[in-house]
């Protein structure tokens, strides 16, 4: 679980910086499509082939998506656009994977919360993406790149306090603080040694 938390934070750091990437490189490019009706079918198959990086922990299937999109030469709005389409059938063959997982024998009641939370995840869906383009078209993604860069960061900051704790309460036995200058060589062992051992273990291991 730690190592998967671990690859979580470094996706997010990794793809925060591509946005912001993506986002300076296409600044002064003419995008090639601006309406999904332009769209080939070249140009979507290259946009789905981004898509397999969200099998990557930490990866937005459609930040992905957007990435790529961008990167083909369509405009942003449009791998916006494109990218909720190309949603649409992940999400179906993963709500069909689950129903057969769990079996046909629904009860009145379950049937009851399954067509609720349907009909709400509908509305709100339609809510957020009315939003969001709302947003693209004044906006670019730079400020969704800063956001995974930071809380990639945090986490990243959380686990390798948490493994340099568990590392300094391991090696501090083989510290003496004996001595006039035991003091400066306890502190020189955690700095040269500790530090950076518990660092490199939380990104090389994971």
């Avoid at 079918?41 to 957007?66: D, M, Y």
């Avoid at 769990?102 to 379950?110: A, I, L, R, V």
């Avoid at 009909?119 to 995974?148: C, E, N, P, Q």
Wanted: charged share 15%; hydrophobic share 50%.
């Amino acid at each position: 679980q730690r190592q998967m938390c671990i690859e979580t934070a470094i996706a997010l750091i990794v793809y925060g910086v591509l946005f912001i990437v993506v986002e300076n490189y296409n600044k002064g490019r003419e995008p090639q499509c601006t309406s999904l009706e332009d769209l080939s079918f070249k140009t979507a198959f290259l946009i789905g082939c981004f898509q397999v990086l969200s099998v990557i922990p930490g990866t937005s299937r459609s930040g992905s998506t957007i990435i790529g999109g961008i990167l083909v030469g369509t405009s942003r709005t449009v791998a916006a656009e494109f990218t909720f389409f190309l949603g649409i059938p992940v999400m179906f063959g993963a709500s069909l994977l689950k129903i057969l997982k769990f079996g046909f024998s629904f009860t009145g009641t379950e049937v009851l919360i399954l067509v609720v939370g349907m009909v709400v995840a509908f509305v709100v869906s339609i809510l957020a993406i009315k939003f969001l383009m709302g947003y693209i078209k004044k906006h670019d993604f730079k400020a969704f790149g800063w956001y995974r860069i930071v809380l990639g960061a945090l986490v990243l900051v959380y686990f390798v306090g948490k493994t340099l704790r568990h590392k300094l309460q391991i090696r501090n036995f083989g510290v003496s603080l004996q001595g006039k200058f035991a003091g400066w060589r306890f502190l020189l062992f955690n700095v040269l040694v500790v530090i950076p051992d518990a660092i490199s273990q939380c990104i090389f291991t994971a």
